[in-house]
């Protein structure tokens, strides 16, 4: 029956994917247009061709492009008068076609380092280069000028002439030469001559359409950021106003379509579905009121990317391939190969969803449809990403974005997948495979001896004190304490712990070491070389903690299982109640244990831990004992027996609690401590974790082990594309014509994984850590605040062997307001950096570009996890316990429950 199920789930995941591919690729249906174009703008240009380089097309070529638009067009507009567009109005009249020609006019008069009041021999380099530049550019618009001249004398076909385009626009020349230019095919030609200009430069300078014989009118409502809905009003609008002020001249709109792709700009977003509608209405509209009009263009026109980016090469009614991007009269498909997608999306999810669903069947069919459902929206969102391109108006370093971009949305759908796995784990698992309590504990038979390791470094004595008083408290026949202190110089501090172990008997043993190498691991070393020969198990604590006496009375039978390495118990904390910075650690640390450890013992595949561990002597030594190479020399050795057959038991129940870190500092140091040493085990063990190998690891042990620590990489990408998008963003506003918004399908995920980390955080502690609302929050923003502690340590950790051992200080002092700002002062800045950088973007861009505004909105949201940061860092240099107490009052007024005692009680 759960077979059977698992397959109906399947099937409907299948399904469900395809409909939604179906309902965002439905067709578009609009105005048709029966009619031929009036006139069209015909370049021959292909995908290997490229007019600034002179690689041109073959003539057969030109040909095969006239006769292809011949059938649907009147008239083709040409541009310029190089010996190869001279051959273009012949081979037109063969198709029956007329002829709009141009003479192309360039110059230098824009460059400020112009001066022709200046003689060559006086002028600098930059000036002398101008100059250059202008008299070539005015050698080439006399050939163009002779060349549309004799292409009009020579083709009766010929029906105009547009003598520059754009050039007042551009700057290319001042408004007399090109009248003087316009004057000269005038007194040559006998068909009408004009120049092609915007709106702007038709009502600014009325002299100059005096001159021409009609008026030749660009109106691209893409470029001034019309929404194509209503473009054409748009269009009409401005041709309009110019007929109305002009009405002795003749009016032709010279240049008037929409591209298909490219970047949207303000409300204008290309598509070949906004294209169409474009068109067609505007076809349509034109005939009836008898415009005279030219399209842009006949074909895509890649070459035209490196002055105009992607947008500029995608105004063709055709591809460059020559295909039709749509039909004037049928219903219009943005994506044609969308069914393609869908099947290469459900083919990518269909082998992990089947494996999911074949090996889940202790999963509740909502569990299974949730899961499955999310792996196939991470596969279609990465057929869906990879099948457009990543920067839509292309820039030169789009290469750049896409390296950087590509595989962090990549690492981001992998995190999201890996919280769902362990969400859907424990909250539709219909029972836990691996639960191990107090109440299941097995009975003892016998009692093996214990040998309790207590490892110090210039720990507080006080403290050390009241964890031995616990351990004396054992209910446990058979143990001794063997406590371990290394590198701590200052005898006050280490004397009074010695004389204190005299005082407990001839269980407690204590070992001051010197100069001692390998840090904890090799103090831990050290101490096996002085335990009793009988003892069976080793315990490690920290020097913080006060167990319960219990804890060996309850743990030590589960090694009677001769495979089982270590029993684990939680870290847990104490005297954190009456502060609010220790109360956020504290259920922050408490959701791994509840949680993450909870779903990684489901598969024995725990992280070990320093304190609150016990561990079989003979496993523990014949492996290799603990490692001095690392700095979390537990983690590691849980690995490494993990590697070599043994097994794990977690409980999730507390058997000892230890002090949390006193503040920011000292709590993200022990973060960092565990980010490097997670890069040191990788890199010590990666050969164990390759999968499909036989290393002792299992698939799931193995999937626990890279997944687990997955998203502190995340974090270090975190990072760098933090820093990566103050660069950006620089570049976008000083440098626009290299810099580009990436396209917003790469960097909305950012937002998108930030809100599911928060649900998911807020939803298993809901469920699964026995916290309130409060409490659930904060653990949430301290957790953040490590983001930038954890990337750096990750970054590190990569390149770099070791780092000297982090003690994490406790009983220490309030940090003042001042240090407490210090404390996350890198933090700040980077706050800062994206926090400028959001508006430097809304002031240079405007709040109208819909691009800029979510740049600024991911920027403003990468720039949570530093404010947690700081938020983080204040208030534990913050006197919170005047707060806390307030807060209890409320909670025990409402529960009639005490209030917490205070450290002095």
Known sequence: MRRFSGFLVLLVIVLVNLGVWWLMNRPHSDVAWHG????????????????????????????????????????????????????????????????????????????????LDKQPSQMNPDELKAYQVQMRDLTANEEEINGVIRMVRENP????????????????????????????????????????????????????????????LHILPYWEGIPAESAVDFVFGEYNNLVRIYPDKHVMLAEVGWPS?????????????????????????????????????????????????????????????????????????????????????????????????????HLRTRGKIFFAALVQGAASLVIWTMSVPMIRDFAPSAELMYSVLLPAQLILLVVVLIAGYELTELTWARQLRRSFTPETSPQPTRFPKVSLHLPCYNEPPEMVKLTLDSLAALDYPNFEVLVLDNNTRDPEVWKPVQEYCSKLGERFRFYHLGKWPGAKAGALNFALTQTDPDAEVIGVIDSDYQVSTDWLKVLVPYFENPKVGWVQAPQDHREWELDLFKEFINWEYAGFFDIGMVARNEDNAIIQHGTMTLIRRQALEETGKWAEWTIVEDAELGLRLLENGYESVYLSHRFGHGLTPDNFTAYKKQRFRWAYGACQILKGHWRSLIPFRDTGLTASQKYHFITGWLPWFADAFYVMFTVLSVFWTFGLVLAPRTFDFPLAIFVMPTVGVFIAKMIHHQFLYSTRVKCNWRQRIGSAV????????????????????????????????????????????????????????????????????????????VLAVQSIPYLAALSTAMISALPTEGLMRRIQAKAAARNKTPLAPTAAE
Not at 91 to 113: E, F, H, I, Q
Not at 195 to 204: G, H, I, K, N
Not at 804 to 828: I, N, Q, V, Y
């Open 782 to 857: 301290v957790g953040m605040g490590l983001t930038y502690y954890i990337g750096r340590a990750m970054w590190q950790g990569v390149f770099t062997k070791t780092i000297p051992f982090l003690r994490t200080p406790k009983c220490e002092d309030k940090a003042a307001w001042t240090a407490g700002f210090m404390m996350a002062s890198e933090e700040t800045v980077l706050m800062l950096s994206q926090w400028i950088c959001a508006a430097m973007i809304l002031i240079a861009k405007g709040w109208h570009d819909l691009d800029a505004r979510i740049w600024a909105l």
């Open 36 to 115: 031929e174009i009036s006139s069209i703008s015909f370049s021959p240009y292909r995908k290997d061709d490229d007019a600034l380089t002179d690689r041109e097309p073959p003539p057969e070529s030109i040909d095969r492009d006239l006769a292809l638009v011949a059938p649907v067009v009147k008239s083709i507009r040409l541009y310029n008068a190089k010996p190869m567009t001279q051959t273009i109005p012949a081979m037109a009249a063969r198709y029956g076609l007329k002829v709009t020609v141009g003479a192309w006019l360039s110059g230098a008069l824009a460059d400020p380092n112009l001066h």
């Open 261 to 361: 792709a490219g970047k949207a700009r303000q409300q204008a977003e290309p598509s070949v579905i906004n294209q169409a509608l474009f068109l067609r209405r505007f076809l349509n509209r034109a005939t009836e009121e008898g415009v005279d009009y030219n399209v842009i263009e006949a074909f895509d026109q890649p070459w035209k990317k490196a002055f105009e980016w992607s947008v500029g090469t995608h105004w063709g009614v055709w591809d460059a391939d020559r295909n039709p991007k749509f039909s004037m009269v049928e219903p219009v498909l943005e994506m044609k190969h969308w069914p393609i997608q869908a099947i290469a999306a459900t083919i990518l999810a269909l082998a992990p969803v089947m494996w999911f669903l074949y090996n889940w069947n």
């Open 157 to 216: 076909n010929i029906e105009r002439v547009i003598v520059g385009n754009e050039t007042i626009l551009t700057g290319q020349t001042t408004v007399p030469q090109l009248i003087r230019y316009i004057r000269q095919v005038k007194a040559k030609v006998s068909v009408p001559v004009s120049t092609a200009e915007p709106a702007s430069v038709w009502l600014s300078h009325p002299e100059l359409a005096r001159e021409v014989d009609f008026i030749a």
